[in-house]
């Protein structure tokens, strides 16, 4: 009887949480980010430029862009691009996630939000290439319009009565087979319909329900295998460990052609890369034809520290090298327990997706499931000297002939600079069982702030975990 009572706290307790979460998060409404008309504006690996054609300065301070990649004067394109990307945020009213009552992940699930649209954009890459964009993108409403404020409103009156009333929980229904539907008439229309398919089904991989294959509530039960549980800040590193078990572990047949890669100590091994790729998981599908035969693609992630307390200016450089790079999917990290997905620049200003902004459950079970709240209007901008330094960055490789062309490219990125005394991370050949990482150290890498030295005792600071 004691035990019942306890619960009925506990319940309650969720419920009026998850209301003030909402209040907060729901209203976290800010003006129109700004954007300077002198400098590019890079989106992952696309770079575009805000000035008018006939401007002949423009093209003087783009940051290592080639001329197929160079959009002059279009503001419109970018929009439509950044809008494209998929936008994961805080949602509420989600039935009970792993281990716990917790409904919403209001306040502490932002990191693996944050993964999730990291993870998001590489399987566009996967299934759609980076020039597709949704046909929709435009006919996004503004964050901070009266319209968004409206329905924030709307949804907090809602959420406070369902807890008060103790209103029955959405039903947990899984992730959907590929939609079918007529075939439009040409060619082009099929196409378009073939993708916005694909776009609709990578969508329902993320949705909040137990059986969505890279949902919350399953990243949360593989967190659970770490030590994290469910209103646990997640680390950049946790999460990489987190999105690797999941992508692996998925059952979709649409899912069987990819596969997940993580750094050791940051140090990609290509040999692991290249086996990654040719080596088909234990009761995968046969490979699609879009793919080479014997491969899989495989995304790369690199949990990375770049500096101490605070991000080491010396590394500004790299990360715009990084973010100029097509198959780079993105960086997350954010502001100390306060994560984003950085996907671009402009001058010293990084550009990123938020989070931090608290939606409402989606049923993604529907064929006809509305898309509008997985994409996002309106870009932020940080000064980079306020990133955290704890990060982990995300490559995409569709092949292992893929990966070769990736690790040279990336090897010249890499190459230390007269200011940039360490690389943020290496590309070795072989195997990682090949190295004994504890031994062999000269006393100059014994220095490096990304190496675990077993003889030093002394803590970094911020969430950062070698494993």
Not at 107 to 123: F, H, I, K, N, T
């Amino acid at each position: 009887m004691e035990n019942k009572g306890s619960d009925e706290v506990e319940t309650l307790k969720t419920k009026f949480l998850s209301v003030w979460h909402n209040v907060k998060y729901s209203w976290a409404l800010k003006s129109k980010t700004s954007f300077s008309r002198n400098s590019p504006v890079f989106l992952l690996g696309k770079c575009y430029h805000f000035k008018a054609e006939d401007d002949d300065s423009v093209t003087e301070t783009c940051f290592e862009a080639s001329d197929e990649d160079f959009v002059m004067g279009n503001a419109e394109a970018f929009r439509m691009d950044f809008a494209s990307r998929v936008w994961l945020t805080y949602r509420t009213e989600l039935p009970p996630l792993p281990s716990s009552t917790l409904t919403s992940d209001c306040g502490w699930g932002c990191m693996l939000r944050a993964g999730q649209m990291m993870l998001a954009q590489a399987l566009i890459l996967h299934f759609l290439g980076r020039d597709w964009t949704w046909s929709e993108a435009m006919t996004l409403q503004p964050l901070d319009t009266e319209t968004w404020t409206t329905t924030a409103a709307k949804r907090l009156v809602a959420s406070l009565e369902a807890s008060l009333q103790g209103s029955p929980r959405p039903s947990d229904d899984g992730s959907p087979p590929m939609h079918q539907a007529q075939a439009p008439g040409s060619a082009e229309e099929a196409d378009a319909h073939l993708k916005e398919m694909y776009h609709r089904t990578l969508v329902s991989w993320f949705g909040d329900s137990p059986s969505a294959q890279l949902g919350l509530h399953r990243l949360v039960r593989m967190g659970l295998t770490m030590g994290k549980q469910a209103g646990d800040w997640y680390g950049p590193a946790v999460v990489a460990h987190i999105l690797k078990k999941a992508v692996e572990e998925a059952m979709d047949p649409g899912l069987a052609g990819i596969t997940a890669y993580v750094s050791q100590d940051c140090t990609v091994y290509s040999a692991d890369v290249v086996d990654s790729h040719r080596a088909p998981r234990a009761g995968d599908q046969p490979i699609s034809a879009s793919t080479l035969s014997d491969s899989r693609a495989v995304i790369i992630l690199i949990p990375v520290r770049l500096g101490g307390e605070k991000t080491n200016p010396d590394y500004f450089n790299f990360a715009k090298s990084i973010l100029s790079l097509e198959y780079c999917i993105g960086i997350i990290g954010g502001k100390p327990k306060q994560a984003c997905y950085f996907v671009g620049f402009q001058d010293d200003s990084l550009i990123y997706m938020d989070p931090h902004y608290c939606q409402s459950f989606v049923d993604v079970s529907t064929s006809d499931f509305p898309l509008q709240s997985y994409h996002c209007p309106s870009p932020k901008k940080m000064p980079f000297s306020k990133m955290d330094p704890s990060c982990t960055i995300g490559f995409y490789s569709r092949s292992a002939q893929d990966y070769e062309r990736i690790s040279q490219e990336l090897s010249k990125v890499l190459q230390p600079s007269a200011r940039e005394k360490y690389p943020a991370f290496t590309i070795v050949q072989g195997h990682g069982r090949d190295y004994d990482l504890s031994a062999g150290l000269t006393q100059e890498k014994r220095e490096w702030p990304f190496i675990r030295d077993p003889r030093r005792t002394v803590t970094t600071a911020g969430d950062f975990v070698l494993l």
